[in-house]
């Protein structure tokens, strides 16, 4: 069951049995539709009863659906007097939440995915749709407001994704506090977090986090460990249950990384996305007692943005000659790199010969995909389109 939301709820199926559910863009402050007393049915359309031209009948489902979406909740259900068609249209149109009564009375026991887009919604309302959705499993919110804290205490819950907004007057987003969610695998964060501070104090099963973003503010924290941004500002304890984190860095740090993983020893696959030149990766002589003892366990690297610079190969080849276990390194590059002459430089410059994993291969593509559904959000949703895959070397 899917359900997003921005003030309106959009959902496969209106009844409790709902199995997909999606909240619009409109406020709670509108006052309640019609009562349950109210047995006057919608005139008819024109040409419902044979008399001229149904021209609304002549829109597609998506405009109505649209349509049906801007009614206050109880006048959409009414709807579905006018034809089978609009019975139709009115299990698959946003539901619009345009009063906290309707908030309250809402009760979703099947509900599986709830997006919250652009909602305006109350602190009390917003944990009491929550709590309205037993079996929740996804829940994203993106770009709202009314609230400053969301508390999770969900036993089903095993995805959160936030973005953050910056908004002038109401309440704004700044705090997510994860108390106890025993399935919970995957937590995210999308765009912009800047000020949200986020703690973990009981996800025994989290396994995916990101993005980490340079240029956030936003405080991320389990336990007693504090990450700022990308970066550790106190470690203490090691989060080992995570498998799968992805960053967002300007200037590309190789310093950086390396304490994330002291963070996260357990790490298989790192993603990361880099705009800037970045800082001086040399490590051969400054990380020679690291390499030593840091059990690195990474599987996978993607990357992003790569640019055969200085920067950007020393910091790539420290994971090619000391990943014991890596199996791919996947790297994004521009267009205008995307040519066999780039490839052979690469070849010699990141020392593919001398990698540490026999087995690893390295990949060179020009298109990106990602699906916040999948069990690995970060991971390609497509296959790579013809002639933009480049396998640099095999199980040589």
């Not at 590059?333 to 593919?352: S, T, W």
């Amino acid at each position: 069951m899917e359900m997003e939301a921005g003030g309106r709820c959009s959902r496969k199926g209106k009844s409790a049995g709902l199995s997909s559910l999606e909240v619009g863009a409109t406020s709670e402050g509108r006052g309640p539709g019609p009562t349950a007393g109210d047995k006057e049915p919608p005139p008819p359309l024109p040409g419902a009863e044979g008399g001229g031209s149904d021209r609304i009948s002549d829109l597609p489902d998506a405009v109505l659906g649209e349509i049906v979406s801007l009614l206050p909740t109880k006048q959409g259900a009414r709807t579905q007097v006018l034809a089978s068609r609009w019975r139709r249209l009115w299990r698959s149109a946003p539901l619009n939440l345009d009063c906290r009564p309707t908030v309250q009375a809402l009760h979703f026991p099947k509900l599986q995915k709830l997006a919250l887009k652009r909602v305006s919604i109350s602190e009390t309302s917003l944990h009491t749709l929550i709590a309205a959705c037993p079996a929740l499993e996804c829940l994203l919110i993106y770009r709202s407001t009314g609230f400053r804290c969301v508390r999770i205490n969900s036993s089903s819950i095993r995805s959160i994704a936030v973005e953050g907004f910056s908004y002038q007057g109401g309440l704004k987003f700044l705090e997510l506090v994860v108390d106890n969610a025993p399935s919970l695998k995957s937590l995210l964060q999308l765009g912009s977090c800047d000020l949200l501070h986020i703690s973990v104090i009981s996800a025994p099963k989290l396994e995916t986090l990101g993005y980490l973003s340079f240029c956030s503010s936003s405080r991320l924290v389990f336990d007693s460990t504090v990450i700022q941004g990308f970066e550790v500002d106190s470690f203490t304890t090691a989060v080992r249950t995570v498998k799968i984190l992805a960053v967002d860095m300007n200037a590309l740090s190789l310093d950086v990384v390396i304490d994330l993983m002291r963070c996260f020893p357990c790490l298989e696959k790192l993603y990361i996305q880099s705009i800037g030149p970045g800082k001086p990766n040399l490590w051969r002589r400054k990380h020679q007692n690291l390499i030593r003892s840091l059990d690195i366990r990474l599987k996978t690297v993607v990357w992003r943005r790569y640019r055969g610079i200085k920067s950007h190969v020393d910091f790539a080849t420290f994971f090619l000659l000391n990943a014991r276990v890596l199996e791919l390194m996947t790297i994004e590059v521009d267009g205008k790199d995307y040519n066999e002459a780039f490839f052979a430089q690469q070849r010699e410059m990141l020392q593919v010969d001398s990698r540490a994993s026999r087995g690893a291969r390295l990949r060179f593509t020009s298109d990106c995909a990602h699906d916040l559904d999948l069990a690995d959000p970060f991971e390609r949703t497509q296959p790579p389109k013809a002639d933009t895959n480049f396998m640099l070397c095999g199980n040589c």
